[in-house]
């Protein structure tokens, strides 16, 4: 099974609207971090925001929110007020494994994102 | 130094040749990744440093991959012998700790790698 799926290859939003980007994933690790990462154009990998399964809050980085809902095992990244300098290709990832030391870090193929003026 | 830094950008060599990428991690990040990404897909692990040991390295396709990292700072990412197969965005990245959960990845600007 796919550890981190991304089902949208490609998802519009129109300038100032929100969107949400989709990711699941698949662990039996009671303990794991999930990752959004963007990549424009450029080609550069940008971090964004950090969910840990313990955490109790869904996090939040200015116009960025994770919506993470643990039952569901789903980590959705939710633009809010979206600018044209948001298009770009998005990455979901997970790092899972034995807490206390090394975890590998697994991506998904990603979600291509287009802002429309 | 501010962020990762990769040398070279781009490569391109031909088939048969040797390659050497290299990576110089965040200053005082302990912990340093390498990636291959083909166009269109997400980063896929090749092997992970803690310090200057290498800690996995179940990631690298083949024996024609190698890497090391002798001081624990700087890394050097080796393909032997190049096949056009080994085309494709070599990225590193560094973390601060030892790869828990909680340890965020920051990433280097890669190096576009093409093989004749």
């Known amino acids: 099974a796919q550890k981190i799926t991304q089902t949208q290859p490609g998802m519009f939003v129109q300038e100032k609207e929100a969107v949400t980007l989709d990711c699941t994933y698949d662990?039996?690790?009671?303990?794991?971090?999930l990752f959004w990462y963007k990549q424009p154009s450029s080609g550069e990998m940008i971090f964004l925001i950090y969910?840990?399964?313990?955490?109790?809050q869904n996090a939040t980085e200015g116009r960025y929110s994770l919506n993470f809902q643990k039952a569901r095992k789903s980590a959705n990244l939710v633009i809010s007020a979206s600018q044209l300098g948001d298009s770009a290709m998005y990455f979901c990832?997970?790092?899972?494994?034995?807490?206390?030391?090394?975890?590998?870090?697994?991506f998904g193929i990603g979600t291509k994102l287009q802002v429309i003026p | 130094g501010a962020g990762v830094s990769q040398s070279p950008r781009y490569k391109v060599t031909k088939r048969g040749q040797d390659v050497a990428l290299r990576c110089d991690p965040i200053?005082?990040?302990?912990?340093l990744y390498w990636y291959r990404q083909a166009l269109g897909q997400g980063p896929e692990f090749l092997t992970y440093?803690?310090?200057?040991?290498?800690?996995?390295k179940s990631g690298l396709p083949n024996d024609r991959f190698s890497a090391e990292r002798p001081e624990g700072s700087i890394s050097t990412l080796t393909i032997q012998r190049t096949e056009q197969r080994d085309s494709a965005m070599y990225r590193c990245?560094?973390?601060?700790?030892?790869?828990?959960?909680?340890?965020?990845?920051?990433f280097g600007p890669g190096t576009r790698l093409t093989v004749l």
């Open positions: 990245a560094s973390s601060l700790d030892t790869g828990g959960p909680l340890d965020t990845q920051y």
């Open positions: 440093f803690n310090y200057e040991a290498q800690q996995d």
């Open positions: 200053s005082g990040h302990v912990s």
């Open positions: 969910q840990g399964s313990y955490d109790q």
């Open positions: 990832a997970m790092r899972e494994g034995p807490s206390g030391g090394y975890q590998k870090v697994t």
């Open positions: 662990t039996s690790d009671p303990s794991y971090g």
